[in-house]
Nanobody, 115 residues
């Protein structure tokens, strides 16, 4: 069982920045595949960015060049740095871990981009 706790959401104006963090439990964090997903009202949850244990990252085209995913295996954390936020980035953001073919989710953190 992997437990995930997100933090760092909030409300910002368009063009602003936020940094989300996710702390994971477990002794094998370096082997977890980690990802950030988001779900806007009335829409399906979608992958925003993912990072493998060795640090290889991938991004959805909508956030490429604005969002950066990173991980610190010594601290069991994964972060999502978001810059130049747009109203369409408004959503609940979820951290996900994949370990031994099972997916684990955090509780989510709200990000609202509004003037």
């Amino acid at each position: 069982q992997v437990q995930l706790v997100e933090s760092g959401g909030g409300t910002v104006q368009p063009g602003g920045s936020l940094r989300l963090s996710c702390v994971a439990s477990g002794s094998f964090f370096r082997l977890y595949g980690m990802g950030w997903y988001r779900q806007a009202p009335g829409k399906q949850r979608q992958l925003v960015a993912g990072i493998s244990g060795d640090g290889t990252a991938g991004y959805d085209d909508a956030v490429k060049d604005r969002f950066t995913i990173s991980r610190d295996n010594a601290k069991n954390t994964v972060a999502l740095q978001m810059i130049n936020l747009k109203p369409e980035d408004t959503a609940v953001y979820y951290c996900k871990a994949r370990w031994r073919l099972a997916d684990y989710w955090g509780q989510g953190t709200q990000v609202t981009v509004s003037s």
